[in-house]
């Protein structure tokens, strides 16, 4: 299979997690979007949204191409379902999804790469504006992470003791709140779970820096 991303986008990072959990291998194919590339052919030829990442199945596999993050990780859980990114139980994977679109669904959306431009291209918003627009929305994001995981009981990661797709999306989060110079002060459980993430494999070599276009 292909995967179609960018090294510093979030929702990218996240399936790259993903597919190393399921220890799959993945042809990276980079897509630049800093510099406009998900607009243009080849990639906008093959993606309807314009968007990273993109998953591309191999002939053998039907050619299916899917996109969306979450959509992917919750596809490769589904046809490769072990090691699980859901609890196998309704309300840990209940838990798991409501912890996951905290990031994915009210921190992501208006903090991502287009929006950031607008503020600036269209809205006239001046360099420090526009950060502390970034920061803002993390760290409300990131509270309602941390008491979200007050109310379950404590494991290594997010929740319980395996990673699941919300490491997935909680890890690059984090990576994307520290080069803004977000505060994740008093976020004990979120940056413990963070810490935990970061020393396994999977999410290691899924890091940006070791993306073959980090350096493009």
């Given at each position: 299979?292909?995967?179609?991303?960018?090294?510093?986008?979030?929702?990218s990072?996240?399936?790259?997690?993903?597919?190393?959990?399921?220890?799959?291998?993945?042809?990276?194919?980079?897509?630049?979007?800093?510099?406009?590339?998900h607009?243009?052919?080849?990639?906008?030829?093959?993606?309807?949204?314009?968007?990273?990442?993109?998953?591309?199945?191999?002939?053998?596999?039907?050619?299916?191409?899917?996109s969306?993050?979450?959509?992917?990780?919750?596809?490769?859980?589904?046809?490769?379902?072990?090691?699980?990114?859901?609890?196998?139980?309704?309300?840990?994977?209940?838990?798991?999804?409501?912890?996951?679109?905290?990031?994915?669904?009210?921190?992501?959306?208006?903090?991502?790469l287009?929006?950031?431009?607008?503020?600036?291209?269209?809205l006239?918003?001046?360099?420090?504006?526009?950060?502390?627009?970034?920061?803002?929305?993390?760290?409300?994001?990131?509270?309602?992470?941390?008491?979200?995981?007050?109310?379950q009981?404590a494991?290594?990661?997010c929740?319980?003791?395996?990673?699941?797709?919300a490491?997935?999306?909680?890890?690059?989060?984090?990576?994307?709140?520290?080069?803004f110079?977000?505060?994740?002060?008093?976020?004990?459980?979120?940056?413990?779970?963070?810490?935990?993430?970061?020393?396994?494999?999977a999410?290691?070599?899924?890091?940006?820096?070791r993306?073959?276009?980090?350096?493009?």
């Amino acid at each position: 299979m292909k995967l179609h991303n960018y090294f510093r986008s979030s929702a990218s990072y996240r399936v790259r997690i993903a597919l190393n959990i399921k220890g799959l291998a993945y042809d990276y194919v980079p897509v630049h979007i800093a510099r406009g590339e998900h607009h243009q052919p080849p990639f906008a030829d093959i993606a309807p949204e314009q968007l990273v990442p993109l998953l591309e199945e191999d002939e053998s596999s039907g050619g299916e191409r899917i996109s969306q993050s979450m959509a992917i990780i919750e596809y490769l859980d589904e046809t490769h379902p072990e090691p699980a990114l859901l609890p196998h139980d309704a309300v840990g994977r209940a838990r798991v999804r409501a912890l996951s679109q905290i990031v994915a669904c009210e921190i992501h959306p208006i903090n991502n790469l287009r929006v950031l431009k607008y503020l600036v291209k269209d809205l006239k918003l001046d360099e420090a504006a526009k950060n502390a627009w970034y920061r803002h929305w993390v760290r409300e994001g990131l509270e309602a992470f941390e008491r979200q995981l007050a109310e379950q009981p404590a494991g290594i990661y997010c929740y319980g003791n395996t990673l699941t797709m919300a490491d997935c999306c909680l890890v690059p989060q984090i990576f994307n709140a520290q080069r803004f110079d977000a505060d994740l002060s008093g976020l004990p459980r979120t940056m413990a779970a963070y810490e935990a993430a970061m020393q396994t494999d999977a999410v290691q070599r899924a890091q940006p820096a070791r993306c073959p276009d980090a350096e493009r």
